[in-house]
């Protein structure tokens, strides 16, 4: 009879408690909502609303002011997919990504390695190899452009001392490629070596200690500890260098301005030469939708295969 009467008592506590916590839950939400609010803002107006107005205007054709004149569904589509200009841009665009993303990261871990090991000066190489990350895109541009300007670059001078036959590489469709695929890869080394940097900072030197004592080369130290233990900071890496080389276009506008012979008319470039040059907002918008599609679906494949090989600790 005693319990009967506790439980009694009891349970008009639990239901006001109850009542309570949802009026907590609401209001911190809303609270939420107000702290969120600038930030929801800014993402609607300057990424949700051009995103739609990109769709939109891929499915209309546009006349000689750039304004949408009528309806033409997917013929923008089917009309990017024949140009062969858009077809080479794509190709190039992949061979570009591919290079530039395993580059990048294969450089930035020998260096970060490099400097984990105890050598002298090691913190002014930290300092060194991490300072691109305070160059612009545009500087960085420009400096490329000066080491092989034809006339008075450093590089270019220095084909000349060494008598090569081809010394202006900007004219090479070769040569162009590689100018961008080296300034590409110095641009993105800052931000991959400080985040590999303390990744490798945080493998326990116990596991390189027993490695040695069994007797394993650096190679085998390497693959077998160092790689899956920063593993996770690999497969971030990866997502960001490959999303961010497909988005190429400062390093294009000033250094080669897609030539020679649109070898390096990338994609991003080509979709601003069709907006801005051509005034013709339709096809550059279809553009801007199958490069995000592209990315998505390069996305999805690494979160979807590669992850797999992640080691979580």
Same mark, same amino acid.
């Given at each position: 009879m005693q319990s009967r009467k506790t439980a009694t008592l009891h349970?008009?506590?639990?239901?006001?408690? =109850?009542?309570?916590?949802?009026l907590n839950l609401r /209001?911190?939400?809303?609270?939420?909502?107000?702290f969120l609010a600038p930030s929801l803002i800014i993402l609607l107006i300057f990424t949700f609303y051009p995103m739609v107005v990109t769709v939109i205007n891929s499915l209309f054709a546009t006349n000689v002011r750039g304004e949408n004149a009528r309806f033409v569904g997917l013929a923008n589509y089917i009309q990017i997919f024949k140009d062969p200009v858009f077809i080479k841009s794509l190709g190039h665009t992949f061979a570009y990504?591919?290079?530039? +993303?395993?580059?990048?990261?294969?450089?930035?871990?020998?260096?970060?390695?490099?400097?984990t090991q105890r050598i002298k000066g090691q913190a002014f190489f930290r300092t060194a190899?991490? +300072?691109?990350?305070?160059?612009?895109?545009?500087? =960085? +541009?420009?400096?490329?452009?000066?080491l092989f300007n034809p006339s008075v670059?450093?590089?270019?001078?220095?084909?000349?001392?060494?008598?090569?036959? /081809?010394?202006?590489?900007l004219v090479s469709p070769t040569g162009a490629m590689f100018i961008?695929?080296? +300034?590409?890869?110095?641009?993105?080394?800052?931000f991959a070596f400080l985040n590999l940097?303390?990744?490798?900072q945080s493998v326990p030197e116990s596991y390189y200690e027993v490695a040695e004592i069994a007797g394993w080369s650096n190679w085998m130290q390497t693959w077998k500890i160092t790689v899956p233990m920063i593993s996770p900071t690999l497969f971030f890496l990866f997502v960001v260098e490959i999303i961010g080389k497909f988005k190429t276009f400062?390093?294009?506008?000033?250094i080669t301005g897609g030539g020679p012979d649109n070898n390096t008319n990338f994609v991003a470039y080509k979709i601003y030469q069709d907006a801005f040059a051509s005034h013709n907002f339709g096809i550059a918008s279809s553009e801007a939708i199958v490069l995000t599609i592209v990315i998505a679906i390069a996305t999805w494949i690494q979160f979807r295969y590669t992850e797999r090989s992640v080691f979580y600790k």
């Open positions: 349970t008009p506590n639990i239901k006001l408690t =109850a009542v309570k916590s949802k /209001q911190n939400s809303k609270s939420a909502l107000w990504v591919f290079i530039t +993303s395993i580059l990048t990261i294969m450089v930035a871990l020998l260096l970060a390695r490099l400097v190899f991490a +300072s691109t990350m305070g160059i612009s895109a545009a500087v =960085a +541009s420009i400096l490329f452009l000066f670059g450093l590089v270019v001078t220095f084909l000349k001392t060494i008598g090569a036959k /081809q010394t202006n590489l961008l695929i080296l +300034s590409s890869v110095w641009m993105g080394l800052g940097l303390g990744a490798l400062t390093a294009v506008d000033l």
